[in-house]
């Protein structure tokens, strides 16, 4: 099984409040990922990371942000829930020079109110 | 239009059965293709590589027919644990493009 670990696994919001979505890996990877996926479609990149200090925006347009301070933790935050951010939220790591094999978590499921 | 296009299906097939599904991607550029499991409700993870020569591991076999930008996946004998969503995905320099998956439920 893949170190890599989220909380909360599910969170039921109201809209307007800021909310961070924790993700954590004991693997020492240095690429980590975060996905967006609705239930029945394909996963959306919306960040990515390289390693400490290093974040870029991924291919999905997205309200929310997210820090690399730690080689281990990669937080996503939304600063004001809404409704349209209801979604699942799938971290990912992969090891170095292998950007294909990527680990996941176990996900998060957001429902914004 | 999308990088990755997959039949959703579900495929439905008894145990025992041979069960085989593409995708296409749109990318002639494309570097590595890759076919991923994901069960119902739980994250993705990595069944297997695809080459242009084919491979197999175990019950399964990928092909990959660059000329048409197509992968295939071919599941023979198929077993009740086989059940989950596949997940085609394309690898362009540090990214991956995923589809939105075929379904496979296998029946008793």
């Known amino acids: 099984e893949a170190d890599i670990y989220q909380t909360p696994r599910y969170l039921v919001i109201g809209t307007g409040k800021k909310i961070t979505l924790e993700c954590s890996q004991t693997?020492?990877?240095?690429?980590m990922y975060w996905y967006q996926q609705d239930p029945g479609m394909e996963l959306h990149l919306i960040h990515y990371?390289?390693?400490?200090?290093?974040?870029e925006k991924g291919d999905l347009s997205s309200e929310s942000t997210v820090s690399r301070i730690r080689t281990e933790h990669f937080p996503l935050t939304l600063e004001s829930a809404r409704p349209s951010h209801t979604s699942q939220y799938l971290c990912?790591?992969?090891?170095?020079?292998?950007?294909?094999?990527?680990?996941f978590g176990p996900g998060t499921r957001l429902t914004v109110t | 239009r999308k990088e990755v296009e997959q039949d959703p299906g579900p495929f439905n097939v008894p145990e025992g059965a041979t069960v085989a599904f593409n995708c296409t991607y749109s990318?002639?550029?494309?570097?590595?293709f890759f076919w991923y499991r994901q069960d119902c409700r739980k994250e993705p993870k990595l069944l297997m590589s695809?080459?242009?020569s084919g491979n197999e591991d175990g019950r399964f076999t990928a092909q990959l027919n660059r000329a048409s930008q197509y992968i295939s996946l071919l599941i023979r004998d198929s077993k009740l644990s086989d059940s989950a969503t596949y997940l085609c995905?394309?690898?362009?320099?540090?990214?991956?493009?995923f589809g939105a998956g075929t379904t496979v439920t296998v029946r008793a």
């Open positions: 990912a790591s992969n090891p170095r020079g292998k950007s294909y094999e990527q680990y």
């Open positions: 990371s390289y390693g400490v200090n290093s974040t």
């Open positions: 693997m020492g990877h240095d690429k």
């Open positions: 695809v080459y242009s």
């Open positions: 990318n002639s550029a494309s570097q590595s």
């Open positions: 995905v394309v690898s362009n320099d540090y990214k991956l493009s």
